[in-house]
T-cell receptor, first 114, second 110 residues
Framework: DTGVSQNPRHKITKRGQNVTFRCDPISEHNRLYWYRQTLGQGPEFLTYFQNEAQLEKSRLLSDRFSAERPKGSFSTLEIQRTEQGDSAMYLC????????????FGSGTRLTVV | AQRVTQPEKLLSVFKGAPVELKCNYSYSGSPELFWYVQYSRQRLQLLLRHISRESIKGFTADLNKGETSFHLKKPFAQEEDSAMYYCALREANTGNQFYFGTGTSLTVIP
């Protein structure tokens, strides 16, 4: 296990299409997070899972966004009917227990909506 | 509401010079402050956290509750310190998310 893995690394899609990203956290980490980062900004929180339960969602996560973590291991983030404003880097992170030690981030998936 | 402010988007210093990356926060509860770093073509990684009062790669940061600041300092900058630095805040003990600043891009000139 070499860390948090995200696929794909890059995704270019046409406006209106649906896209799905995958995150594989560090295997023993029970907490998983999704963040979005747009150009010139820091990462912004989207949602958080503890095991398979989605415990927190940001208001940034509109109805077009849905995230799952069905077996408490990998997670998927789906965006339906993509818009140009969805273009961003989507970051996944994981942690074990307390956040006092911070997260381990993945390399991210860069989405470009044309 | 902007919780974490990093006033400098870009900062350039010469090798061997002191460096200070500024971070101010606005939070009514009990915050924990962190610095994350992203080197070129690498993932975002934790640099240090205020609760451990540690020095990592020569960097230190002191939480100043009176000035609501958590500035990152290093007495002698090295070329390998060139990177993007993000200050981040979470609510102590209960917070499940980090609030990140907009980042400061540090360039150390040889």
């Amino acid at each position: 296990d070499t860390g948090v893995s995200q696929n794909p690394r890059h995704k270019i899609t046409k406006r209106g299409q649906n896209v799905t990203f995958r995150c594989d956290p560090i295997s023993e980490h029970n907490r998983l997070y999704w963040y979005r980062q747009t150009l010139g900004q820091g990462p912004e929180f989207l949602t958080y899972f503890q095991n398979e339960a989605q415990l927190e969602k940001s208001r940034l996560l509109s109805d077009r966004f849905s995230a799952e973590r069905p077996k408490g291991s990998f997670s998927t983030l789906e965006i339906q009917r993509t818009e140009q404003g969805d273009s961003a880097m989507y970051l996944c992170a994981s942690s074990l227990g307390s956040l006092a030690d911070g997260y381990t981030f993945g390399s991210g998936t860069r989405l470009t909506v044309v | 509401a902007q919780r974490v402010t990093q006033p400098e988007k870009l900062l350039s210093v010469f090798k061997g010079a002191p460096v200070e990356l500024k971070c101010n926060y606005s939070y009514s509860g009990s915050p924990e402050l962190f610095w994350y770093v992203q080197y070129s073509r690498q993932r975002l990684q934790l640099l240090l956290r205020h609760i451990s009062r540690e020095s990592i790669k020569g960097f230190t940061a002191d939480l100043n509750k009176g000035e609501t600041s958590f500035h990152l300092k290093k007495p002698f900058a090295q070329e390998e310190d060139s990177a993007m630095y993000y200050c981040a805040l979470r609510e102590a003990n209960t917070g499940n998310q980090f609030y990140f600043g907009t980042g400061t891009s540090l360039t150390v000139i040889p």
